[in-house]
């Protein structure tokens, strides 16, 4: 039993520094901590590790023993343990990274009650020999909680389905008394239902926050030289900023990083395929140096807490939205201003289509799967605001945000009925002339009338569509038929990915259906969508996430250096000290003494009373 008090807003001041619970934090906090069930459903950024840590604390200091946090990640694990202890909260992980000494000294003091938070990977937690722990600490009234994290990976439907979390029913069943708050940032009502059918959440609350992230800007552009475009946009926008930049294969990502690193951008490559050792020192070098831009597939990102992510970057198309949700969020979780880019073409679209199709799912799978890729398309391909497309996909409403590409430099459109009749015609024809089926570079070509040797093949110059869009650029035809594709009125199919129609396409070619489309666009002019004519990068040097003037930037800069020896002594990420906002408001308000610089947020007791008289000399001498 602890002498400090258990009430939340309490442990939020003393622990973490901050003033003030956000949205529905305090909601969550209270039903937790009075042995409610929970599903929780809150942005990257939003703060959701607070929602179990100070139920796990509070729940401690009235002497309910040890919460579990079911982590899929060894390295979230670590950051997060080292994160609590630097905030005096005294918890652990249990993984193949301890020694058979360690891991019997982290269970010693899980048994003794004396663990506030015990991390561990579910096939840990579900193990014969674990669970005969937990049997003991539950018989002794020694088990409090337990946080299920990244929980959207116990449903098929989620975008990182892990059959090994399929296993965590069994707490429910055999600790009835425990309660569970289960936390994913993105999951729309399909992934939902599956997590609280598979984890037996059926009488927890269900708690949804805004999936807004007003502080990402959001911008998708058509694929012309997508290298190029990645550059332009890093160094127009992100000189010297922190980014991740998502590939779809290893030997792409490979290829990307050393480009980049050619480029004078530090990139480094991450994917399945490397080496565990290599793939540990580049996430650990992106986690703990500034401006490492991380070139990588989707096996990199989970659980990485790296708060001034300053972009995402695709360089091609999710598999859907909630993929895409969950990647972007990794950028601006510390609330300053970040970008959501992505460059995409029709062969992403082909590509998709065709990884779906020839997966061994079920039918009843892959058509899920490709409802999702249709609304991501449907995204990409929007004329009106990003974000409201992308928030009504979850359930929210919302207006115009003003902040994303559509909103800053709003699209042009064209009627594009025409041109989709002449594309939906030449594929018919090319069915009617002996039942063949080709794709879409000899569709554009027959169109535009290009002899090839396939057209001469094929006799295709005899056609009535022959040439019929000689008018168009490749380009426009791409953008028509990548349009028409995500409508839904043209499919691919078969190994080859040929061209087909679609039943909704012949009301297309009646004419009883216009279609507006977007123009191709053109790559923005250096600065054009900068929020306020200011980029947050290339200064040679680190911007703030707040305003300062020059004495105060260079007050922060050398917190920075100061917090960057501190870690390295530590052996954490620089953020698990401070995060740049705390810093930045420290360089800011240039407090005097102990008690002013208690009051910044982000400042918990326990730093106050580690760092805040070397804090203060700092200060002094900047």
Same mark, same amino acid.
């Given at each position: ?78 950051? %997060? ?341 002449? &594309? ?147 052996? &954490? ?18 407090? %005097? ?30």
């Amino acid at each position: 039993m602890s002498s400090h008090p258990a009430v939340p807003i309490q442990i939020l001041q003393e622990v973490f520094g901050y003033p003030a619970f956000r949205g529905a934090q305090a909601d969550i906090v209270d039903h937790v901590v009075a042995a409610g069930d929970a599903l929780v459903l809150m942005p990257t950024g939003g703060g959701k590790s607070l929602c179990y840590q100070i139920p796990a604390i509070a729940r401690h200091r009235t002497g309910q023993g040890v919460t579990v946090v079911v982590s899929p990640l060894i390295a979230l694990m670590h950051d %997060q343990v080292g994160a609590l202890e630097e905030a005096g909260v005294h918890a652990a992980f249990l993984n193949s990274t301890l020694s058979s000494d360690q891991a019997s000294h982290v269970e010693r003091e899980m048994m003794g009650g004396r663990l506030v938070m015990l991390y561990a990977a579910p096939e840990r937690i579900t193990n014969p020999r674990f669970l005969a722990q937990l049997d003991s600490l539950y018989e002794r009234g020694l088990l409090s909680l337990f946080a299920i994290d990244e929980a959207h990976c116990v449903s098929q439907w989620g975008h990182d389905f892990r059959s090994e979390y399929l296993a965590l029913s069994l707490l429910h069943e055999r600790y009835p008394e425990v309660p569970r708050i289960a936390l994913t940032a993105t999951a729309d009502e399909l992934t939902r239902a599956d997590i609280i059918e598979r984890l037996r959440l059926e009488e927890a609350r269900i708690f949804i926050s805004s999936f807004d992230r007003p502080n990402i800007r959001y911008a998708i552009v058509e694929k012309d030289k997508p290298r190029e475009q990645l550059l332009r946009f890093i160094q127009d926008e992100h000189a010297d900023d922190a980014g991740v930049v998502y590939c779809q294969s290893r030997k792409k990502v490979e290829e990307t990083a050393a480009w980049l690193e050619a480029e004078g951008i530090k990139a480094l490559p991450y994917h399945a395929g490397l080496d565990a050792a290599v793939r540990q020192r580049h996430q650990d070098r992106f986690l703990r140096e500034d401006s490492i831009v991380m070139v990588a597939t989707i096996a990199f990102g989970m659980g990485i807490d790296k708060p001034d992510v300053r972009f995402v970057a695709h360089l091609d198309l999710p598999k859907n939205i909630e993929s895409y949700y969950q990647e972007t969020g990794r950028a601006g979780r510390d609330g300053a201003a970040a970008d959501a880019w992505m460059t995409y073409g029709l062969a992403d679209v082909v590509n998709q289509r065709r990884m779906i199709d020839e997966s061994p799912a079920g039918e009843e799978f892959k058509k899920g799967q490709r409802g999702k890729l249709d609304a991501l398309l449907a995204l990409a391909e929007a004329t009106d605001c990003r974000r409201v497309r992308l928030l009504s996909y979850f359930g929210e409403m919302s207006t115009a945000c003003g902040n994303c590409d559509n909103c800053l430099v709003p699209p042009a459109t064209w009627d594009g009925t025409d041109a989709a009749r002449k &594309l939906l015609s030449c594929i018919y024809r090319f069915h009617q002339n002996g039942g063949q089926r080709f794709g879409a570079g000899h569709l554009i070509d027959v169109l535009r009338g290009k002899v090839t040797d396939k057209v001469t093949q094929y006799g295709h110059q005899t056609l009535s569509t022959w040439a019929i869009g000689a008018d168009l650029p490749e380009t426009q035809w791409r953008a028509v038929l990548r349009q028409l594709i995500a409508l839904g009125h043209v499919f691919t199919e078969g190994e080859y990915q040929t061209l087909a129609l679609a039943d909704s396409a012949r009301s297309v070619l009646k004419g009883e259906v216009q279609l507006l489309l977007r123009v191709p666009s053109v790559a923005p002019k250096k600065g054009k969508l900068s929020r306020g004519g200011s980029k947050p990068g290339g200064s040679g040097r680190s911007t703030a996430p707040v305003d300062l003037d020059e004495a105060a930037q260079a007050r922060f800069e050398q917190l920075k250096a100061w917090r960057a020896e501190v870690a390295k002594e530590h052996g &954490l990420p620089a953020y698990v000290i401070f995060q740049n906002v705390t810093l930045a408001e420290m360089a800011r308000q240039q407090p %005097q003494s102990l008690d002013e610089l208690g009051q910044i947020s982000g400042v918990g007791a326990k730093k106050l009373e580690a760092y805040g008289a070397e804090i203060l000399r700092v200060l002094d001498d900047a």
